[in-house]
Nanobody, 123 residues
Framework: QVQLVESGGGLVQAGGSLRLSCAAS????????AGWFRQAPGKEREFVAR????????LYADSVKGRFTISRDNVKNTVYLQMSVLKPEDTAVYYC????????????????WGQGTQVTVSS
């Protein structure tokens, strides 16, 4: 079992930056891939980014490419999402996920999900 706890959300003006953190505990492993999803009010949950266990492979949704960066520190068992040039449409609850499979993360079928952290971008 893996527990994921997100932090770093908050209120920011458009054009600003935030860094989300996801601390993993329990049966953590460098083999676990990780990622981020988000869900805005009244909208479907959507994929944001994912990273391989070793941190060498990343993938981003087109809507965030060039603005968001996913990274990880396997010593600290923490995954990060650096968000820059934030837009009001980035407003959502952001969820950290983990799974052995990169494909399952992309498909939203990850075994482990955090509780989410709210990001609000004002115009």
């Amino acid at each position: 079992q893996v527990q994921l706890v997100e932090s770093g959300g908050g209120l920011v003006q458009a054009g600003g930056s935030l860094r989300l953190s996801c601390a993993a505990s329990g049966r953590t492993s460098r083999n676990y891939a990780a990622g981020w999803f988000r869900q805005a009010p009244g909208k479907e949950r959507e994929f944001v980014a994912r990273i391989s266990g070793g941190g060498t492979m990343t993938l981003y949704a087109d809507s965030v490419k060039g603005r968001f960066t996913i990274s990880r520190d396997n010593v600290k068992n923490t995954v990060y999402l650096q968000m820059s040039v934030l837009k009001p449409e980035d407003t959502a609850v952001y969820y950290c996920v983990a799974d052995n499979s990169l494909a399952d993360i992309f498909l939203g079928r990850a075994d482990y999900w955090g509780q989410g952290t709210q990001v609000t971008v004002s115009s």
